[in-house]
């Protein structure tokens, strides 16, 4: 009996290597190549963390890596326990969270708006204006900013001065900052998250909306039941992966645009980031930087991952893992 159903089952065909699968394989090559040289190899350098690493100088890094002192938790701890810790946790969650709610309700908005025009070339003179930003370094972002925000002969202060207000010290200011820095970024980035939400709902199927006019839906009641059903999953995947570098900064936005952040703005625009950056030009021990930037990496993983999860348990569908 059992050899008779032994036979019955079919036998699985094994796949072959085909000339697709070789083509496909040779295209991502370089890509895999790219991530093996800058994204899995450097990760060696996590055990610096965990040692208390000093050069030495007849002999190269991996020498001196492996000679050096093992610490295990230490320097983390003494990351933990600085001062600055909580201020820097603040002000990189809080920050994130802003940028990530405004920039995708700015982006959507935007990329309702250019869909329902009629005219497709105002269409694309806007879309063209909106991502140009978006190529702009923070470096030429942040001599515009100085040339509005300098105290004696800038654009906002002589503004000021026009209608009878006395001028304000701007870099000098800290209250004034999270308003900057969240315009700023909104500003700068709303052109590349508009386009990818445009190029979904341009993949909606229009006869969604013409049997929407032809029920009389107006186009609020179209954008609510049709376009955002349709671009759920975009917006889901985009948050997501956002909500994954929830603890990183842009660094050009905080250290550049902030004129490499003076003492007066220290409590209000540091964040992880710009801590680490400094405490590299100082005299700190390089270990209890990586300590920094490594905690920094578990943290998003351990977000995008709980993200994902809290997604899959409420649709599936829209899970990116």
């Not at 208390?52 to 001196?64: A, M, N, T, V």
């Not at 759920?232 to 929830?246: A, N, P, Q, S």
């Not at 645009?257 to 950056?277: N, R």
Request: proline share 3%; charged share 15%; with cysteine.
């Amino acid at each position: 009996m059992q050899k008779t159903t032994a036979m019955a089952r079919p036998k699985s065909k094994k796949k072959k290597f085909t000339r697709d699968d070789l083509d496909l394989t040779l295209i991502s090559l370089p890509t895999f190549i790219w991530f093996v040289l800058f994204s899995y190899l450097p990760m060696f350098g996590i055990i610096i963390a965990f040692k208390e690493y000093k050069l030495s100088g007849r002999h190269g890094f991996l020498y001196s890596l492996f000679h050096s002192k093992w610490v295990g938790w230490s320097n983390f701890n003494y990351f933990f326990k600085s001062n600055a810790f909580m201020m820097l946790l603040r002000n990189t969650i809080l920050y994130n969270i802003v940028f990530i709610i405004l920039g995708a309700t700015v982006a959507v908005g935007f990329a309702l708006m250019l869909s329902n025009l009629r005219s497709k070339k105002v269409s694309k003179v806007y879309q063209t204006m909106m991502f140009f930003p978006h190529f702009m370094s923070w470096v030429v972002v942040s001599y515009i900013v100085y040339a509005i925000l300098t105290p004696d002969k800038g654009y906002l202060n002589a503004l000021l001065t026009f209608f009878g207000h006395e001028k304000v010290m701007w870099y000098q200011s800290p209250q004034y900052w999270p308003f900057f820095l969240t315009f700023m970024k909104i500003w700068k980035g709303m052109g590349y998250g508009m386009v990818i939400y445009l190029a979904a709902i341009t993949g909606i199927d229009p006869s969604l909306y013409e049997a929407a006019v032809m029920d009389g839906a107006t186009k609020w009641q179209q954008a609510k039941y049709i376009t955002m059903p349709c671009i759920k999953t975009v917006l889901i995947m985009m948050l997501i992966l956002d909500t994954g570098k929830i603890f990183y900064s842009d660094f050009g936005l905080f250290y550049q645009v902030t004129g490499a952040i003076p003492q007066s703005l220290y409590t209000t625009v540091s964040t992880f980031d710009t801590y680490i950056y400094k405490a590299i030009q100082s005299t700190a021990p390089i270990g209890k930087t990586a300590a920094a930037s490594f905690f920094q990496s578990v943290c998003c993983c351990c977000t995008i991952l709980f993200a994902n999860w809290v997604v899959k348990k409420v649709d599936d569908d829209s899970a990116i893992i």
